[in-house]
């Protein structure tokens, strides 16, 4: 038998415990039905230990994390009792930045033409991939605030992009159209507003694109991406664009899939321990009530297992989660009748028998 996969568990907040206990049980019903094993360590991070013990992150996770473990799964980070959000920039943006993981890769699948809200669309319609850049742009916290407090207040936010940075997110694009058979890759930016960071996305996007004869390679202005991917989203098959942009554009992908519950996502450096999250946040109004949808924790935890070699798991999960929709053991955010703990039990058997 092959050694275990050893997976840090990171539930956080609101209703990431609630969708995580699912992701969990998905896991471990088809590690149980593979006769395969899974090690799940808890760690209970997230806004009430850090109200409890002043702690967000603690020191060691840097080191421990890659030392111990292949994968992190993660449910999501956000309370209204931390305003600042400070757990969860250094919980989620700390992993992300300082275990340096570049790419975010948001798929966007369709399981049931029902659950989109565009009309005349089917499952066909809707399958492409974001890699949205992870690691920099608005997200690095750098700027300040000059005469705060008075009529004259100025405050600045830096938006960081670097050649190292820009260059290997769309490098990555560009390799999993190549490997996955697909033949168009969009880049999405502003440059006509934002002239010096997005120049460059320009500059390295053609270069990278010279590169990879087979493959086309376009782009579309960030604004304009949003209108064609309601109007036609058949047309995309991978989308690269950076770290703001992709946050935005992947709540409305989510959409065309049914929905924030439906959306599955990976903070990655190829080679390297990697985590795995839900795109949705930690939707405090639904917090420990049986209401959310956990298929996108359950989709997120298949994206983690095909990253580490686990395929055939992964993708019997995904036909669990596919059976569930068809069959409506789903939540009432997809128009089901069941709560978070029956759909993920519905799941959960079905990778059992
Ligand atoms: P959210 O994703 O929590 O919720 C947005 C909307 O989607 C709400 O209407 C919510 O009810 C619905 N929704 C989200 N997930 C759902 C699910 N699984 N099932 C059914 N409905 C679902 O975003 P928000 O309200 O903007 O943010 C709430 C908190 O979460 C904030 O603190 C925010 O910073 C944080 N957040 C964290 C992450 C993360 O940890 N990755 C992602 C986004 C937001
Ligand atoms: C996401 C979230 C995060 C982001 C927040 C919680 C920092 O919205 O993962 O999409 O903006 O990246
Ligand atoms: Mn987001």
Redesign the pocket.
Known sequence: MSSALRIAVVPGDGIGVDVTAEAVRALQAVADASGRRLHLQHFEWGADHYLKTGITLPGDALTMLPDNFDAILLG???DPRVPD?RH??DI??GL?FRLDLYV?YRPVRLFHEKLCPLKNVTQKDVDFVVFRE?TEGL?VMMGGHFKKDTPDEVATEVDLNTRKGVERIIRQAFAHARTHGRTKVVMADKSNVLIHAHELWQRVFKQVAAEHPGIEASHLFADNLALQMVRDPSQFQVVVTS??FG?IL??LAAALQGGLGMAA?GNIHPGRLSLF?P???SAPKFAGKNVANPMGAILTAALMLEHLGWAEEARRIEEAVRWAVENDRTTSDIGGPLGTREVGGAIAQRLQA
């Open positions: 999501a980070m956000g959000n969860a920039a989620l943006l992300r975010n992870n997200y770290n703001m946050d992947t709540d996502s999250e795109v949705h946040g």
